[in-house]
């Protein structure tokens, strides 16, 4: 199994033009290898420096969500699951902006492919979702992958008070008006 590490380093450090390309593939499908995304970005910290990697890691979490809008749209009983989740842990009545979303997601414990989805159910358009994405998450990018070697000598105490900050933030920046259909409010009676 070293052997196979120090393959895989030798051809990330060579340089050559598909070490990034297998990056970015690598943060495309890793969604379907259960990897969380901030790991793949910290690793691309690491691998490439600073500005490349957050480059690298732009790249392949647009290509994620470009690959999971065409999901969306060709499987509908995973949209249908995504949804009833959704509603659940967000609410029925509650959608995100993309600033909550952004915030969200420097919070590894919150599902990462959750809040995609709230992007997809608010921006159903292909070139809005994906320029949502974008700006979703450049935030995220940069947060792990310029501060991801230094995320493992945070204490406990400044890691929840973080998170905490984080939440009140998102709770500042959620949208204040509910669009609740006429028939939903007064029920089918008809």
């Known amino acids: 199994m070293e052997d196979v590490w120090s393959l895989l380093l030798i051809v990330f ?10 990056f970015i593939l690598f943060h495309v499908f890793r969604q379907f290898l259960f990897v969380p995304p901030a790991v793949v970005c910290i690793a691309g910290g690491l691998l490439f420096g600073m500005i490349p990697g957050i480059l690298y890691s732009l790249i392949g979490l ?3 969500s470009i690959l999971f809008y065409t999901l969306m749209k060709y499987a509908p009983a995973m949209t249908s699951k995504l949804s009833k989740l959704k509603n659940r842990v967000v609410g029925r009545y509650r959608d995100f ?3 909550q979303v952004s915030l969200l997601r420097l919070i590894p414990i919150i599902h990462y492919q959750l809040l995609t989805f709230c992007l997809y159910k608010r921006n159903n358009n292909f070139k809005v979702f994906v320029k949502a994405s974008l700006y979703a998450n450049i935030p995220f990018v940069i947060f792990y992958t310029v501060f991801g070697e230094y995320i493992g000598h945070i204490s406990v105490i400044t890691g929840v008070f973080l998170a905490a900050a984080i939440l009140v933030f998102t709770y500042l920046l ?4 509910a669009f609740i259909k006429w028939h939903e409010f007064f029920g089918s009676s008809a």
């Open 174 to 177: 959620r949208e204040k008006i």
């Open 62 to 64: 647009t290509g994620a």
């Open 13 to 22: 450090e060579s340089g050559s033009w598909y070490a990034p390309a297998t």
């Open 97 to 99: 902006t993309v600033a």
